[in-house]
């Protein structure tokens, strides 16, 4: 079944890629207009999607630390993967906070005109930092590989020898100094990693209006959302890409992911569950409002049946029966990725549901007025594009870079 999955992957996120052109154009020619969010819910599927895709690519990065930071042997076949999969879902995310700006022109002003006592003023500092680490980490982890393979015929060898930029060394001892450089780097990109994406909580937890998101828990469970969903998703790539397919160390190898991947998820539904219980239990309306709207309103199939039945309990199921399976543990874990944007949905959506004042969705009327929010279909294009540029930027990695090669780490 993995090898079904490698062959549909390129014609899938090259149709998605094409497709969401569309409504790429159509952000470019009517603006904001083409989306259905308005006055009284101003993010929508863009903002849940873009901290959909940073959380994959925070996840997949603190997963690589386990390699460069702390020197696991028997995970060390995915380190490359890992990186790479936290840049392309990195690359994805930007491009959603992007279109979702106003004026999408003008964000260079985050960085050069920052408020530094607003959370975006910092979150804009945090990501530079964060993408400047990680390509540095990702040509260090590369480089050795790619002084190896500029020999081979065609754009792959060619590619290979201009990534090198002239540092051809591949002896012992270059190789060693690499690692140390990538084991500095990873230790002072697992605070930045925490930082920032702590930080995307932090810019819905500082939010006192809204108490679906207001409270010190919530940054925490976005990381180890983060966690769960990154690892998830790593976890499946390996599955699928990952070296050595079909050999005893792969399956063992996608086998200890898995079951990494069934902490995390049951401690994520641990918080979930924390906080919905403490929530309800308060009965402070503005926050029980919300999440009942989760659990009985609008929202309710996304919760119990994209979420709980096949995101959680599909997935539990297949990584406890059959743990040793790598089609399973595939299947499994690419649920878990998948079906986490509603997680994330599930986040944004409700907290700007319910009216801060009541009576104020009948008070006024007119264009964007109203607690009713259903992405529109130009919305889910541009998201497609997203999700399918980076499905593309993976696939060309691992074609054309030497990802997958395993040369041991010392």
Sequence with gaps: MTSIMRRLAWPLVSIGFLVGLVGLYQRATDGHDMANYGSYIPWGLWVAGYIYLIGLSAGAFLLSTLVYVFRVKRLQPIGKMALLTALVTLFAAIILVWVDLGHPLRAWRLMFRTNFSSMMGWMAWLYTSYFVLLMTEFWFAMRADMVACREDPGLRGRLCGFLTFGHNDDSAEAVERDHRILQILGSIGVPLAIAFHGGVGALFGVIGARPFWHGGLTPIVFLVGALASGGALLTFLTAVWGPGAGTPEHRRTVALLGRMVLGLLAFDLLLEWAEFSTGLFSSVPALTDSIEEVLFGRYWWAFWIVH???????????????????????????????????????????????????????????????????????????????????????????????????????
């Excluded at 907290?351 to 009327?365: C, K, M, P």
């Excluded at 007025?369 to 889910?380: D, M, V």
């Design 308 to 410: 709980i039945f096949i995101g959680t309990a599909i997935p539990i199921a297949l990584l406890l029966l059959r743990k040793s399976s790598v089609t399973a543990v595939a299947v499994a874990t690419g649920l878990i990725a998948a079906t986490f944007l509603t997680v994330r949905l599930n986040i944004v959506l409700p907290g700007l549901s319910v009216e801060e004042l009541e009576g104020l969705q009948s008070a006024f009327t007119g264009p964007g007025l109203t607690f009713e929010y259903l992405p529109s279909i130009g919305e889910w294009l541009v998201f497609f594009w997203a999700v399918s540029f980076a499905g593309l930027l993976f696939l060309l990695g691992t074609k054309l870079l030497p990802i997958t090669s395993e040369r041991k780490v010392a």
